[in-house]
């Protein structure tokens, strides 16, 4: 992200719109009321055959932003993105773009009139057409103005003008990945879908394409919805995050909340591991094996499931908190410790509830020294940070 104090973005239907930046800006700011929405979508719904595969989906984007939409496979990511593209219509609901309906039941604007790029999983680059004709593709330009053009654009995705001459099967994934992204920039869209576009890339391939596209659509202002299965790209590339599970949005926040404040167990699990405990809740304290932890803003009392991320559990020889390393898996940069916990201790002034679990869960931590957790090691725990409690499941 930009290191300037202020970032100004330049929006087609809107004027620039002027906030504050800073590396952590984009992470901890959930900030949609600082620019106009771009898209909104209300109460969209969409079934194929016998089968409701969007369930009622409400969604703003904000001009120039990026969401993530991230979600299991088969959960309904390409189906919402369609609708905005307009290659299909919703069976009800309303899609507008900067403030006018292009879908509703009265409504309808075809893909072609609604400004809007898409790249999907493949690219689907034309294999016959050379890059620069890929490109060109869309251009209203021909001859000089379409090869300067042509050049600009490859510019724009890192990438020299003289693969213009090249087949698409003379570049690598990342490179074909990139074209694609410049054919649909070639139209100036104002909107960008992409559809799992780094999902055929190997890993390092994947992040290093990831940060050259998403710089390129942040420097040309373009507003851009990401779909993608997977959590960590989802939540380094957008501002926004929605996690789409089984047609309906579970959960739309910043990378931050959603990950640090998921809205139920299952977003918890799938957005990365999670340590559950049993808990026993009174006030904003939860009673668990790891100790008394806070909780912010608890919606339920009592028996409990209480998350934590395993980043949170640390060791410390300063803690009254006991574990004993069961075994480990070693990873590289850092070795996932397992840890058998003891039970809840009880307060003997107060005696145990009936329904009060008993703790004593085996649970996975991280740690960076391999060396340190040989198994039947007694280990001293504490939690940082705050935990989340779901109702009660067991
Ligand atoms: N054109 C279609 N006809 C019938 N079923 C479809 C069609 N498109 C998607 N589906 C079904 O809708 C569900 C969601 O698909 P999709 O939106 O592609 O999910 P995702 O992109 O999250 O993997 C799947 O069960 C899929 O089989
Ligand atoms: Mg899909």
């Not at 952590?24 to 900030?31: E, L």
């Not at 600082?34 to 001009?63: C, F, M, N, W």
């Not at 799992?196 to 050259?212: Q, Y």
């Not at 740690?367 to 725990?381: K, V, Y």
Request: proline share 6%; glycine share 10%.
């Amino acid at each position: 992200m930009t290191t300037q104090p202020h970032d100004i973005r330049q929006g087609s239907r809107h004027s620039a719109v002027l906030r504050p930046a800073g590396p952590s800006s984009r992470t901890f700011v959930h900030d949609s009321s600082d620019a106009p929405d771009h898209l909104e979508i209300t109460d969209v719904r969409k079934r194929y055959g016998g089968t409701e595969v969007l369930k009622g989906v409400d969604l703003s984007v904000a001009q120039g932003r990026t969401t993530a939409i991230v979600g299991p496979s088969g959960s309904g990511k390409t189906t919402l993105l369609r609708l905005i593209a307009g290659f299909s219509a919703p069976d009800a609901g309303r899609i507008a773009l900067g403030g006018a309906e292009v879908a509703g039941p009265e409504k309808w604007v075809p893909a072609h009139k609604r400004s809007v790029g898409y790249v999907a999983q493949d690219g689907a680059l034309f294999p016959h057409l050379s890059v620069g004709a890929n490109i060109a593709f869309g251009l209203p330009l021909r001859g000089k103005a379409a090869a300067r053009r042509v050049g600009e654009l490859l510019e724009m995705v890192s990438m020299d003008a003289s693969y213009a001459k090249r087949r698409p099967h003379q570049l690598s994934g990342g490179q074909q990945q990139r074209v694609a992204l410049a054919r649909a920039l070639a139209r100036q869209p104002e909107l960008m879908l992409l559809d799992e576009p780094f999902s055929a890339l190997d890993a390092g391939l994947r992040v290093a394409t990831r940060r050259a596209v998403s710089k390129t659509l942040e420097q040309a202002g373009v507003t851009t919805i990401l779909v993608t299965h997977d959590q960590a790209e989802a939540l380094s590339f957008a501002d926004q995050v929605a996690v789409m599970r089984d047609g309906k949005l579970a959960q739309i926040g910043s990378p931050f909340v959603v990950y640090t404040r998921p809205a139920d167990r299952a977003t918890a699990e799938f957005l990365g591991d999670a340590v559950i405990l049993e808990a026993w809740l009174e006030g904003s304290l939860a009673l668990c094996s790891l100790g008394g932890i806070p909780v912010r803003m608890p919606k339920v009392q009592g028996k409990v499931n209480l998350m934590l991320r395993p980043e949170q559990i640390r060791i410390s020889s300063g803690s009254s908190i006991r574990g004993r390393v069961v075994d480990t898996d070693y990873f590289g940069p850092e070795t996932t410790v397992r840890i058998q916990l003891e039970p809840i201790l009880v307060d003997a002034e107060h005696p145990r509830d009936p329904h009060q679990p008993v703790g004593g869960e085996v649970i996975n931590i991280r740690h960076w020294n391999a060396m340190l957790a040989r198994p039947g090691t007694e280990l001293f725990l504490k939690v940082v940070g705050e935990g989340v409690v779901f109702p009660w499941q067991g």
